[in-house]
């Protein structure tokens, strides 16, 4: 196996907390500007954006004001805590993987749109965060996500070549960073799909579509 990193996206990957960051986003914006975003657009438009880019997109469909940005995303972040303090959980499935990816030699890196804090804590709570050997946010990089620069980013820092790296995505917009980045991507439908028989399975066909 000439594999040598596998870089996670967190939400929706590592810990099923996409509707977390939903619900915490519209709860804060109910509270300041009486509006919710609808599933729909959730998934069409918003899904895998970092809460900024989203507040950003909401000025320019002219629902929010730039002045209400900093008070609706520290609400978000102080909301996105509460739910993760009540709702994560140790994720035996997740350090199961990791483990057997490190026992294969193999680096382990997670690069995330959320922001460090929240994103620290959801990944201390699943049990994997001490497990990582990088850890980027969306505060490490000029640009977010589907931009690639973050996948990059990872890649420079093992000196890893993009043919030896998987990335394992769940939302259009990460699968296009993803993909831009030149390596093999994983597509999943959410955190579930996530565990060990399957990246080995996925892992075979990549390296070794012959069977040998």
């Given amino acids: ?51 900024k880019v989203k507040l950003k997109k909401l000025t320019e469909m002219g629902i929010v004001s730039s002045e209400q940005h900093e008070l609706i995303n520290n609400l978000k972040q102080e909301k996105t805590i509460n739910i993760i303090k009540q709702k994560a959980q140790r994720d035996m499935s997740k350090i199961e993987l990791i483990t057997w990816l490190k026992e294969e030699n193999v680096e382990v890196a997670c690069f995330t749109n959320s922001i460090r804090e929240t994103a620290t804590l959801m990944l201390e709570k699943a049990g994997v965060y001490e497990m990582l050997d990088c850890f980027i946010t969306n505060q490490d990089v000029k640009n977010s996500k589907p931009h690639p620069e973050g996948y990059l980013k990872v890649l420079k820092l093992f000196n890893c070549s993009a043919e ?49």
């Avoid at 996670?8 to 709860?27: I, T």
């Fill in 1 to 51: 196996m000439n594999l040598k990193l596998v870089i996670f996206d967190m939400d929706g990957v590592l810990v099923d907390a996409c509707d977390w960051h939903k619900d915490a986003f519209n709860e804060a914006l109910e509270e300041i500007c009486g509006y919710t975003i609808s599933n729909e657009d959730h998934y069409n438009i918003f899904n895998g954006l970092p809460t």
């Fill in 164 to 212: 030896d790296a998987i990335i394992v995505e769940d939302s259009p917009k990460g699968i296009k960073a993803a993909e831009a980045s030149g390596c093999k991507v994983m597509k999943v439908k959410n955190a579930t799909y996530v565990n060990t028989n399957n990246i080995k399975e996925f892992i075979n066909e990549s390296f070794n579509p012959n069977g040998r």
